[in-house]
């Protein structure tokens, strides 16, 4: 639990425009890995969907084109480019792809001929200028939205004209033009809502309720050597905010009485002091607000204060410690999600451990320096402790395909004073269907 914070979101979002405590850095390729999923729902429907007919007349030759059907279809990619004079101005982009439309066509003029048609259509640029309003809103000026393809082949058979076919392919690409820009609008609003609840965190101190920490979501272009992962960076300051909780607000506690090698340790000391509390409770709790410092060489080092009771099996008190303990993390590893949750796991060494105070009735008064002997020389026990069971989840859900293959090493910053890591997500299945 105590280090859950360092972690607390991979894509949050709250106020823009105020300072952010968390960033969250994506490129083009990430992006279009979240929308993965509705990409795929999006090239369903249009395997399955009927086109409105086509209807046009061309020197008093009446067309219609109608028994529309996406034979083939394969989707564009999500892209974007950001604005180098403002980062409220962007242009959402899909590229690539290719579809082929069939259907039939008649043609009116004194008498009534009909046939097959068919047009082919690959590589498609439909740009989209973005105003950004918000860490996750979006809205789109559909007016200035334009639509390339860079081939396009239509086939009539029989053939018509050469230059009223000309024409009907120029005219269906306009009307293609107006049809997927007019629906820019319910894209973004599925994009808004998409980034919106990508995650959601909860409050490490209120059992599950939502929190709320300033963060900020850049959307970046793609450099050379990183066009696919995601960037988070989280201040020391938010995360010692966060720790606070643990002791202001909720009800830690470090229950060592279950476990294995502490049980074994009691077995094998025969004092009068330890058999007093073989089968009672040892119990530590948050003494004062814990904290984390990124140190100037980037290594992480956590205060944990800590007072820890000693009592018999039927709750009486024997005597209590009060101790100060400085850690330093390596290896802060993130887990691959599993059903949206994700844990973390760390290797604590021991940079300092005293005990600044002791507690107790008369019995046990001695007991103050034997158990400050012991901790000197037994830090790697201490040790292997933590690094068996400091561990847990993240009180963040992933409502996204986001995933990764491997686990993610955490890295502190000092010249930021935050602590970063990349997400390398996994992209398989292929984004392009």
């Known amino acids: ?6 972690l607390h979101l991979l894509l949050l979002t709250t106020a823009y425009g105020v300072e952010a405590e968390v960033v969250v850095s994506m490129t083009p390729k990430s ?5 993965k999923r509705e990409m795929s729902l999006l090239h369903d429907s249009i395997l399955n969907a009927r086109p409105k007919p086509f209807r046009a007349t061309y020197l008093g030759l009446e067309v219609t084109i109608d028994n529309f059907q996406v034979a083939d279809m394969k989707m564009p990619r999500i892209s974007y480019e950001t604005s180098t004079s403002s980062h409220s101005h962007m242009t959402f982009k899909l590229l690539g792809g290719s579809a082929r439309l069939i259907g039939q066509y008649s043609a009116v003029y004194k008498t009534k001929r009909g046939g097959q048609f068919e047009m082919v259509l690959d590589h498609f640029h439909l740009a989209v200028p973005v105003q950004r309003h918000g860490v996750a809103k979006f809205t789109p000026d559909s007016k200035m939205c334009t639509l390339e393809v860079d081939e396009s082949m239509m086939s009539l058979t029989p053939a018509l004209p050469e ?6 392919k120029t005219d269906m690409l306009e009307q293609l033009r107006l049809s997927l820009c007019t629906r820019t609008t319910e894209f973004f609003e599925k994009l808004n809502s998409k980034l919106a609840n990508f995650a959601e965190a909860t409050d490490i101190s ?9 963060v900020e979501l850049q959307l970046r272009n793609a450099s050379p050597d990183d066009d696919s992962s995601v960037h988070v960076a989280v201040t020391e300051s ?6 606070s909780k643990l002791f202001s607000a909720a009800n830690t506690r470090f229950l060592w009485n279950d476990v294995p090698e502490i049980k074994e340790l009691l077995k094998k000391c025969e004092t009068t002091e330890c058999r007093a509390i073989e089968d009672g409770d040892i119990t530590s709790s948050l003494s004062d607000r814990p904290s984390i410092k990124i ?7 956590l205060h944990l204060p800590l007072s820890t009771s000693f009592s018999t099996s039927n709750k009486k ?6 101790s100060e303990a400085h850690l330093i993390l390596e290896n802060l590893d993130i887990e691959q999600p599993e059903d949206g949750y994700v844990s973390w796991s760390a290797e604590f060494k021991v940079k300092e451990l005293k005990i600044t105070k002791f ?21 790697i026990f201490i040790e292997n402790l933590l690094n068996s069971y400091l561990r847990g989840s993240l009180p963040v859900h992933l409502r996204s395909p986001l995933s990764w293959s491997h686990r993610l090493h955490a890295r502190p910053d000092f010249s930021t004073h935050s602590l970063r890591f990349h997400v390398h997500p996994h992209f398989s299945p292929p984004l392009l269907v």
């Open 317 to 322: 008190e024997l005597f209590t410690v009060k």
């Open 163 to 168: 230059q009223i076919s000309g024409k009907i």
């Open 295 to 301: 140190q100037d060489d980037d290594s992480l080092l």
């Open 31 to 35: 992006l279009g890995h979240v929308f």
């Open 206 to 214: 209120q059992g599950g309720h939502s929190s709320h920490i300033n």
């Open 238 to 243: 938010v995360i010692n905010a966060e720790l």
């Open 1 to 6: 639990m105590l280090l859950s914070i360092l």
């Open 359 to 379: 507690s107790s009735s008369r019995n046990f008064q001695k007991l103050s320096s034997t158990i400050e002997s012991w901790i000197k020389e037994n830090n």
